[in-house]
């Protein structure tokens, strides 16, 4: 029933946003320097020269520190702008600290405003997310901008989540508008695609975890599929406030 998948949703982001919270900042900074790492691996691998990511809120696994550094080596970084009607505009990433705070208190570039069919340029898409289950399916923070802009491109790149650990969950409850993933980047050294889906991927090192299967025929992004991790970072007893993602 939907009413039923829509609760099941608003009561795993509440959990995931709890256990976000309690990290600690040590937790915090770790985990943002090790998907740095996953991140700047992943680029290269696919030899990627044009990218949209975003840019973390302070319980998201951390991304400016790589936006930074992919800008400073030269690849153009689209970051996402919320707009009220539920599309988002884009704007190319610069290396300085310029932020400004957007529609729903998210972090947001400040330079030009691009529309929405912008991304439709680049090599891969790095996106936000609260969870991603074995099957490559997503789940969003309830207000549909990713799955609308993935499901909207007639040519989708391969599109990797952003989260931690734990975050990898065994099933996720799903709706006929989510959009699945090519992939999950985790602080475990996890991040990787099937040599039979990609000829430019290496292989996965063995992994105690099946890899993600395709997507579905009838979703328009049907990206290579990546090995995933279950190990989870612990939590730490204090909590840190913030601006939650709801896109």
Request: glycine fraction near 6%; charged fraction near 25%.
């Amino acid at each position: 029933m939907p009413h039923d998948v829509e609760h099941e949703k608003r009561a795993l982001r509440a959990e995931l946003r709890e256990r976000r919270q309690l990290l600690s900042d040590a937790q915090r900074e770790i985990a943002a320097s090790a998907i740095t790492q996953r991140l700047d691996e992943l680029v290269a691998s696919l030899g990627a020269r044009s990218i949209s990511c975003f840019l973390s809120t302070t319980t998201e696994p951390g991304t400016r520190e790589f936006v930074t550094g992919a800008v400073r080596r030269g690849i153009r970084v689209l970051l996402p702008v919320t707009r009220a009607d539920g599309l988002l505009d884009w704007a190319v990433a610069t290396d300085d600290d310029d932020v400004a705070e957007g529609l729903f208190g998210l972090p947001e570039p400040t330079g030009e405003v691009l529309g929405p069919i912008a991304v439709n340029d680049v090599d891969l898409m790095i996106i936000p997310a609260a969870a991603v289950d074995r099957t490559g399916m997503r789940m969003g923070w309830g207000r549909g901008y990713f799955d609308k802009t993935i499901g909207s491109m007639e040519k989708c790149p391969p599109v990797y989540a952003v989260i931690y650990d734990s975050e990898v969950l065994d099933f996720l409850p799903r709706e006929v508008h989510d959009q699945p993933v090519s992939g999950v980047v985790t602080p475990t050294p996890s991040t990787c695609r099937r040599r039979d889906a990609d000829p430019r991927g290496s292989p996965c090192p063995p992994m105690p975890t099946p890899a993600v299967r395709a997507a579905t025929p009838s979703t328009p992004c049907r990206a290579s599929r990546t090995t995933l991790s279950p190990s989870a970072p612990s939590a730490a007893a204090s909590c840190a406030s913030s601006t939650d993602r709801s896109v």
